[in-house]
């Protein structure tokens, strides 16, 4: 890593992987300060323990006279501060760029990539790898409850950084993992996503198989088998493909896996023919296949699979995944970043197997590019019918979406109530909070899902879900 201290200005500076980045430049010294659109907890919290100054709100006074401006891919053209930056001729550099010359230089990079499951992979293969002493580096898109931070750069020859498939700025549409120069990797799953910046499954697919192409001959590229897009994109790896999941065509596999309030467990057949126990104290069928993955890769840098499996027992995972909010009574609140009915269901799925019996309600808020159109309304209203109850907030950003291109909140909740579950459409979060705290019953499970701050619903409803209400709802009930 360079030694000169500059000043570094970030654009998005709450981004989950903006925010660990600016902390690891500002803890070497450098002069780091940032601006956002919004600024909400876990990253705003971070970054303000960690000393950081951040200005919520663009404008060119937050500029400094010289440095460099990192450019967050949320960023484009119009933006006051972006247009400044242009203007004054400060250097532009996007955070993928910054980090492959900052962090990955003479480093083994270790690139945790897929639809779902990729932050908390990330986090546990770093969290593996330094509890064994190996002294990696690391970039985990957010708030790991294990490592002490979310970006480290250390003494080891191992960096491991989750690869985002979004694109990298306005005047770099490549997928940010592209640039993060591959040795091993990890594909957990592929689905369809990000549909501002891919057409279809096909395009996104293609970008997968570009990233697998990248790998050495020499690395290890392990993915869930169990995802048929992603044994069509492994075809294109010149890396050693090591499979892995539930199905018998896997080389790691998962067999009798049990989820209980304690964590998960399953019996792992490896490659050499042992059996393994795993076990881990996060719960879900699908932290099983994560912590599979991480084993198999940690497994490529040399570490025996054995002494991988107390490290991974006592992994307790990344806030903002079914993280569990006290509210002082018996009903249990739970925080996930669930985004895509896929990632809902395992959420659900999981919910329901650790409390089989007691009302299970569902709080979503639609909005992510993808899911505040309609290209998954059967498929949220599947997975959402796992759930008793269902509260569906407003789209985010509903005003600039064409009204034919919209999620049918109405339909959803007709879908839902076809399948028996009960669904709220709230016309402001204020009714949604009333909805939930007024009706809830007292051994009710409620969890929230969204990848933004959900209006700060979380706080609200620790602290009110313990009281009763009587308030007028103005949303429909269906």
Same mark, same amino acid.
């Given at each position: &890593? +360079? ?9 998005? %500076?709450?981004?989950?992987? &903006? ?13 780091? $300060? ?8 876990? &990253?705003?919290? %971070? ?64 690139? %945790? ?17 330094? +509890? ?11 708030? +790991? ?42 594909? @957990?799953?592929l689905e369809f996503d990000h549909s501002d910046i891919y057409p279809d499954i096909t ?36 890396? $050693? ?18 989820? $209980?309030a304690a964590g998960s467990s399953a019996i792992l057949r490896h490659p050499d023919g ?17 912590? @599979? ?18 490290? %991974? ?33 395992? @959420? ?19 909005? +992510?590019?993808? &899911? ?35 999620? *049918?909140?109405?339909?959803?909740a007709a879908d839902l109530a076809s399948a028996g579950s009960s669904a709220f459409i709230?016309?402001?979060? *204020? ?6 705290? $007024? ?40």
């Amino acid at each position: &890593m +360079s030694q000169g201290k500059l000043h570094y200005h970030f654009l998005g %500076i709450c981004g989950t992987a &903006m925010a660990p980045v600016a902390i690891a430049l500002h803890s070497r010294g450098n002069v780091v $300060t940032g601006s956002d659109g919004a600024c909400y907890p876990p &990253m705003s919290r %971070i970054l303000r323990e960690a000393g950081l100054t951040t200005r919520e709100g663009y404008s060119p006074g937050n500029l400094p006279p010289d440095g460099i401006v990192v450019v967050g891919n949320a960023l484009s053209r119009g933006n006051p501060e972006l247009e400044a930056a242009l203007d004054r001729n400060l250097p532009l550099v996007t955070l993928p760029d910054l980090v492959a010359t900052e962090f990955l230089r003479g480093k083994r990079s270790l690139v %945790i990539a897929g639809t779902h499951g990729k932050t908390t992979t990330t986090a546990l293969v770093a969290h593996i790898l330094r +509890s064994l002493g190996r002294n990696p580096g690391w970039l985990v898109g957010g708030s +790991s409850l294990d490592l002490p931070r979310s970006c480290a750069y250390d003494v080891g020859g191992e960096f491991v950084i989750e690869g985002d498939e979004y694109d990298t700025a306005w005047f770099d549409k490549r997928p940010k993992f592209l640039h993060y120069r591959p040795f091993h990797a990890i594909l @957990t799953s592929l689905e369809f996503d990000h549909s501002d910046i891919y057409p279809d499954i096909t395009a996104l697919e293609s970008a997968f198989r570009r990233f697998a192409g990248l790998l050495p001959r020499s690395g290890r590229l392990v993915f869930c088998s169990d995802d048929l897009r992603l044994g069509r994109v492994v075809e294109a790896a010149h890396a $050693t493909p090591v499979a892995y999941g539930y199905g018998e065509s896997a080389d790691y596999r998962l067999c009798d896996p049990l989820v $209980t309030a304690a964590g998960s467990s399953a019996i792992l057949r490896h490659p050499d023919g042992r059996e393994l126990r795993l076990q881990t104290c996060v719960p879900g069928r699908h932290n099983l296949l994560n912590a @599979t993955a991480a084993l198999a890769l940690v497994e490529a840098v040399g570490v025996d699979p054995e002494s991988a499996l107390g490290p %991974i027992a006592l992994f307790n995972g990344v806030e903002r995944r079914l993280t569990h909010i006290p509210t002082g009574n018996g009903i249990a609140l739970y925080d996930d970043f669930a985004h895509h009915p896929s990632a809902i269901r395992a @959420t659900l799925e999981t919910l329901r197997s650790l409390h089989p019996k007691r009302p299970l309600w569902a709080l979503v808020e639609p909005r +992510s590019n993808t &899911m505040v159109r309609r290209f998954f309304q059967h498929e949220l209203a599947a997975a959402l019918s796992i759930a008793d109850r269902v509260f569906v907030a407003p789209l985010h950003r509903e005003e600039q979406l064409p009204p034919d291109d919209r999620l *049918d909140r109405t339909q959803l909740a007709a879908d839902l109530a076809s399948a028996g579950s009960s669904a709220f459409i709230a016309s402001n979060l *204020d009714d949604l909070e009333q909805g939930v705290t $007024t009706d809830c019953p007292p051994d009710g499970i409620v969890v929230l899902l969204s990848n933004g701050s959900f209006g700060g619903l979380r706080d609200k409803l620790a602290q009110s879900l313990g009281r009763p209400a009587n308030h007028h709802r103005s949303g429909v009930d269906l």
